[in-house]
């Protein structure tokens, strides 16, 4: 029985294993997609690509970021950079925040509801146990509050290790609102910058 077990972890692991790699190399043919056609660059190609989708665009890219905080295949900051690409600083901007703040929400009820089993699943086992400690400390919040406002904490990871803990779900949510935006905002317009640097530079 404990052999099989393992044998199925390591399929999902392998499973998982791919999936992250095949969305990884559709994020990047898409960026090849928007430079080569000027997505990127011309506002009338932009609103004839958007205008495929309708009012399922800004939809769709909402859901796709709430589930890449649920199950972080592909990084959060090209999933951000998109979103400016493709809607606009602003209008990005604020499609990055919705999807990001409904995920971490519901990443947090996930792991009130299943524990540790999920994290063990998702995360490798050195960052689990660099942060381990923690999750008795009584100064969690505090260190939670602070990490959320830095643009290189481990988000997704954190909010699940959150949801393992005594906090309440209004004082997460109270925290992910407030703390989420400056993280967003560097994200998103710092690589934007340096997608514009790069692609100035070979185009």
């Keep these: 029985m404990n052999t099989m077990s393992t044998d199925k972890q390591k399929l999902l692991k392998r499973i998982w294993n791919i999936c992250s790699v095949i969305s990884l190399i559709v994020c990047i043919l898409f960026l090849i997609y ?64 919705i999807g990001i703040c409904l995920g971490s929400i519901a990443v947090f009820l996930i792991a009130k509801k299943y524990g540790d089993a999920v994290m063990y699943f998702l995360f490798k086992p050195k960052l689990r146990e660099k942060y381990r400690h923690w999750v008795n400390d009584r100064k969690f919040v505090i260190f939670f509050t602070f990490m959320i406002f830095s643009p290189i904490a481990p988000d997704d990871f954190l909010c699940y290790l959150a949801g393992t803990t005594k906090m309440t779900l ?33 185009t």
């Design 34 to 97: 928007g430079i080569k056609s000027k997505l990127f660059y011309s506002q009338e190609v932009l609103e004839d690509f958007l205008s495929q989708f309708g009012i399922w665009a800004p939809l769709f890219f909402v859901l796709l970021q709430f589930v890449q905080v649920i199950i972080p295949i592909v990084p959060g900051g090209i999933s951000c950079l998109a979103g400016i690409l493709v809607f606009g600083p602003v209008m990005g901007l604020i499609y990055n925040y």
């Design 170 to 202: 209004t004082k997460f949510t109270t925290i992910i609102l407030i703390g989420k935006p400056l993280p967003i905002i560097i994200y998103s317009f710092g690589l934007e910058f340096v997608f514009r640097y790069v692609v100035a530079i070979f």
